[in-house]
């Protein structure tokens, strides 16, 4: 009789086990694919999520450019695309053939500021006015992200490029960038093009630069003195104030942040070996459901609570400016549960 009931316990426990196992194996899940610097205020976001619907967001973060190219170049089916460039959507997925999207939302603003610790060489005398030159010294390292995957790298090329002409000292690219990488620049009529080789081609002088795929992935680096300073969005410098991460602002004429300076910011172009160029801009991210996502329907309400006072306070929590309302130029194509958050 002992046997009888210690194999009816055991076959209640084992059924129990395997309903458990089924019930998480068929949990539904989110995929999320997300510029780095939207690491912090994403992962807030997430966790809200899985509390309200209890659905399992599962994140990526990678630099804007090569998290879209997991959509549209290795067939990834993400639910939701976050980019630190709008436009990139926009080229990448909508204007592209096969189409990948349809609407593209903007919904955050971001500037570039210099990021630097209490280890950075010179921490005591850099300011907005005189950052380039502590950036040239012999003993200084600094580091951005790569231009060929992330906009961040990219928008650092701008802002260097914008500072000559706002301190009105054409060597300061040259010194900076010219006589440290491969990246070239060209001027024409008041206007300059960088041209950015592929990533094999870049030709870094690691003594001077140190360059990731990703802005965050160059945040230890600086966090733990391996490079003095870093070209970094202000909303994860802000986020790394607790670890000993300071920063200095620079100029709106130059740190990108500003539409009352976007004619001044247009001065600028990049052009990379696919023959694409990018316009520097007022940074502004943008936000998309793929046309191949799984799951849509959770797709919107995420991007719903991204969108909504839930959102809007986790991005200002996190020293990052969310756009309010939010922005589409293709209404037609928003889901309806989507345009009361957007103009």
């Known amino acids: ?21 089924i019930h998480h194996e068929k949990k539904e899940a989110l995929l999320v694919l997300h510029a780095g610097s939207l690491a912090a205020p994403f992962g807030e976001l997430e966790k809200e999520f899985e509390k309200i619907y209890g659905v399992d967001v599962q994140r990526e973060a990678a630099g804007s450019k ?25 080229n990448m997925m909508i204007s592209s053939a096969p189409k990948y999207a349809n609407f593209c939302i903007q919904f955050a603003r971001n500037k570039i500021v210099i990021a630097y610790t209490n280890k ?49 000292n054409d060597t300061i690219f ?12 060209t001027q024409e009529n008041g206007s300059y093009i960088i041209h950015v080789p592929s990533s ?17 992935d160059l945040m230890a680096s600086l966090e733990t003195g391996d490079i ?8 994860v410098a802000y986020q790394h ?20 300076f976007a004619d001044f910011y247009s001065k600028i172009k990049v052009s990379f070996t696919s023959g694409d160029i990018i316009e520097a801009k007022p940074i502004v991210y943008g936000v998309t459901i793929p046309v191949n996502a799984k799951n849509e329907e959770m797709a919107i309400k995420f991007i719903a609570l991204l969108l909504n006072e839930t959102g809007q306070e986790i991005f200002e929590r996190n020293g990052q400016i969310p756009i309010t309302p939010a922005i589409c130029d293709n209404m037609t194509a928003l889901p309806p549960e989507l345009r009361k958050y957007v103009a």
Do not use: H
């Not at 998290?67 to 695309?81: C, F, H, P």
């Not at 003095?228 to 909303?235: A, G, M, V």
């Not at 000993?244 to 709106?252: K, N």
């Open 66 to 90: 090569a998290t879209i190219r997991k959509v549209t170049e290795l067939g990834k089916k993400a639910d939701v695309v976050a980019s630190a460039d709008y436009t990139l959507i926009e």
């Open 241 to 260: 104030r607790y670890s000993g991460v300071y920063f200095t602002e620079l100029p709106e004429e130059i740190d990108l942040s500003s539409s009352e």
């Open 228 to 235: 003095d300073y870093l070209f970094i969005y202000r909303s």
């Open 120 to 168: 950075s060489a010179y921490k005591n005398e850099i300011n907005e006015s005189n950052w380039y030159k502590i950036l040239a010294r012999k003993n200084v390292r600094f580091g951005f992200s790569n231009p060929n995957d992330d906009p961040c790298g990219y928008r650092a090329l701008m802002v260097v490029q914008l500072a000559e002409i706002y301190y009105g």
């Open 174 to 185: 040259d010194e900076l960038i010219e006589e440290n990488t491969a990246i070239t620049a």
């Open 1 to 21: 009789m002992r046997q009888v009931i210690v194999v009816i316990v055991l076959g209640i426990a084992l059924t129990i086990a395997i309903v458990i196992s």
């Open 200 to 216: 094999a081609e870049l030709g870094i002088d690691v003594a001077k630069i140190a360059m990731r795929s990703a802005e965050i």
